[in-house]
């Protein structure tokens, strides 16, 4: 596949940020944000995240044309090891609309939000995102997050990134705060 040219990425990689810990979907953020500031265009897909008005999403309207951030869940909880259908059909249309977005060479970094939870709940086959994976243009960085990566997700990538929760305000009962997790 030729390469983007509007894009510098020569060579895109593979990276995974994944871990219990806070920031994964932060770091991918501040991956896109410097992406953008070099004239990059970028799309974030959110796997189980529905069409709620969070920080990253005004921001990214505010970024347009360079980031775009595209939800392509539901809102809510989703049950692990037994997730309604819809939540299959929803997963399973995010992959396909990466495979369009992955193959029409308009972005420069794909970055799959919480792709590894989606995996880890049963959502999609792991070879389905595998094979997405093996048709990754060369200029094409990839972006997979979200806790629980699979292994073959792992070995796959060029970079992976481990986040450790040491601690967290969570766990004594502080809500999530708006502009800081959402």
Known sequence: ??????????????????????????????????AAGHGFRVMMIQFMKGEEK????????KMAPWLTI????????????N??????ALAARALDFAKEVMLGGEY????????????DFGLLPVEDVLDLIRIKPEFMELVLTGRNADSKI??????VTEM??????????????KGIER
């Open 83 to 88: 997730p309604p259908p819809e939540d299959r």
């Open 108 to 119: 420069d970094l794909l970055i799959l939000d919480e792709i590894n939870v989606a995996l």
């Open 70 to 81: 595209k939800p392509m869940g539901r809102s809510g909880f989703i049950s692990k090891g």
């Open 1 to 34: 596949m030729q390469s983007n040219k509007n894009s510098n990425i020569t060579k895109g990689m593979i990276q995974v940020y994944t871990g219990d810990g806070k920031g994964k979907t932060t770091a991918a953020l501040g991956l896109a944000f410097r």
């Open 154 to 159: 792992v070995q796959e990538a060029d970079l």
């Open 164 to 177: 450790k929760n040491l601690k967290h305000y969570f766990t004594q009962g502080v809500p999530d705060r």
């Open 54 to 61: 969070t920080g990253e999403l005004l921001a990214a309207e």
